[in-house]
């Protein structure tokens, strides 16, 4: 990646977001923390004079019935990508309005990963719409193979053992994980268990 990518942080934990600008910022070669916000009002107030690629957001600081667009609330008119940094659960209307979800679970690396790849993923649809396809959204609601498989991850069984459990083959249960992150944007062991207990899928 030739130039850094400039990021604008939006997070009203002064604790969290000095945390996460820490993050980001030990990988320098890659990213710029070039602007930090408590709330959206002072996000806005200033949003007509910067110029982020990737605008980093708790998304706690929105209608978690998704009724409102983020992209209108947050007066991105440079339309840059909107990633959401989440430590708490978030409704899955709201999660489609983010190009991704980081998880307070996540390392820094995990982080910075997903970050990249949202910044790649803008250019390759950008070369896809300029030839004429148009991506389809994702979805993100877990199949009901997929929370077993979710659970049993939680519970710390090895794919060898989650494939024995649900009689599948270990390759399917690494296809299932993948697309377990892919949906839920959590990448750790850790991280999915505290999603399936706020989800209601194990008992604490």
Not at 75 to 82: K, L, V
């Amino acid at each position: 990646m030739a130039a850094k990518l400039r990021i604008a942080l939006i997070e009203p934990s002064q604790i969290v977001r000095t945390g996460l600008e820490a993050s980001l910022s030990s990988f320098g070669a890659k990213f710029q923390v070039l602007w930090s916000f408590s709330s959206i009002s002072h996000f806005t107030s200033f949003s007509d004079e910067i110029d982020p690629d990737i605008i980093v957001v708790n998304p706690a600081l929105f209608d978690q019935t998704g009724a409102e667009k983020v992209k209108t609330a947050i007066n991105n008119p440079r339309d840059a990508r909107i990633v959401a940094f989440a430590y708490s659960i978030i409704s899955e209307s709201l999660k489609r309005q983010f190009s991704a979800v980081l998880s307070i679970y996540d390392t820094p690396s995990e982080i910075a990963m997903s970050i990249e790849r949202v910044f790649q993923k803008e250019i390759d649809d950008n070369e896809l719409i300029q030839s004429g396809y148009t991506p389809h959204p994702v979805e993100y609601d877990l199949s009901d193979r997929e929370k077993e498989v979710l659970v049993s991850v939680a519970k710390g069984f090895t794919n060898k053992e989650i494939a024995g459990i649900h009689n599948i083959s270990v390759h399917t249960v690494i296809s299932h994980r993948k697309n377990i992150v892919r949906k839920t944007g959590i990448k750790s062991v850790s991280g999915l268990t505290v999603y399936s207990l706020l989800n209601g899928l194990i008992e604490q």
